[in-house]
């Protein structure tokens, strides 16, 4: 009997880049959080996390990451007038 089976998955490249990276940091592998994770699914009999729908639309997640990585999103005015007619576009 085998002692370890090969498993072969998609996955997005940028994905798997972030979840390398962050994984690295906790020292596990792919493979170490996948055998985490596929433990978890048959010790919890199902998924092991809650499966829900965003919090944020595209948008202000895309805003979040882009403050995250340090691009300045604020604008200026020169008048009040000006910043309400800018808010209600």
Known sequence: M???DTLHIR??????EKAEKTLKDLGLSI????NVFLN???LND???????K???DK??????????????LSKSFDSVDEMFEELDK
């Open 2 to 4: 085998a002692k370890t």
């Open 11 to 16: 996955i997005d490249p940028s994905v798997k």
């Open 31 to 34: 493979t170490d959080a996948i």
């Open 40 to 42: 978890q699914v048959i």
């Open 46 to 52: 199902g998924i092991p996390f809650e499966i829900k």
């Open 54 to 56: 965003p919090k944020y």
């Open 59 to 72: 948008e202000t997640i895309q805003s979040m990451e882009d403050v995250k990585n340090g691009k300045n």
